[in-house]
Nanobody, 124 residues
Framework: QVHLVESGGGLVQAGGSLRLSCAAA????????MGWFRQAPGKEREFVAG????????YYSDSVKGRFTLSRDDAKSTVFLQMSTLKPEDTAVYYC?????????????????WGQGTQVTVSS
């Protein structure tokens, strides 16, 4: 098991940028594939981006592709989600997740470690 803590959320105007961080503790971070999900009020939790362990291969949902960039720093046990050209529809609570496997799952149920979430609000 690994403990995850997200940070970096906040209020930003449309077109702006934010960088979310997810710091991990209590496990061998390099063994974990990492994912970001988001959940808006009244909606299901949805996959945003993921990065595999070892090779660091990244995957993005169509809704954020070209605007968000996910990276990892195994030495710091941290993943970073750089969000640019933000839109009001990006408003949600963003969650970091981890699973000890090679591929990048896109379903929430395939992750077994979750952070507490960080709020991102994009005003129009």
């Amino acid at each position: 098991q690994v403990h995850l803590v997200e940070s970096g959320g906040g209020l930003v105007q449309a077109g702006g940028s934010l960088r979310l961080s997810c710091a991990a503790a209590g496990g061998t971070f390099s063994r974990y594939t990492m994912g970001w999900f988001r959940q808006a009020p009244g909606k299901e939790r949805e996959f945003v981006a993921g990065i595999s362990r070892f090779l660091g291969t990244t995957y993005y949902s169509d809704s954020v592709k070209g605007r968000f960039t996910l990276s990892r720093d195994d030495a710091k046990s941290t993943v970073f989600l750089q969000m640019s050209t933000l839109k009001p529809e990006d408003t949600a609570v963003y969650y970091c997740a981890a699973v000890e496997r090679g591929s990048v799952p896109t379903r929430p149920q395939d992750y077994n470690n979750w952070g507490q979430g960080t709020q991102v609000t994009v005003s129009s």
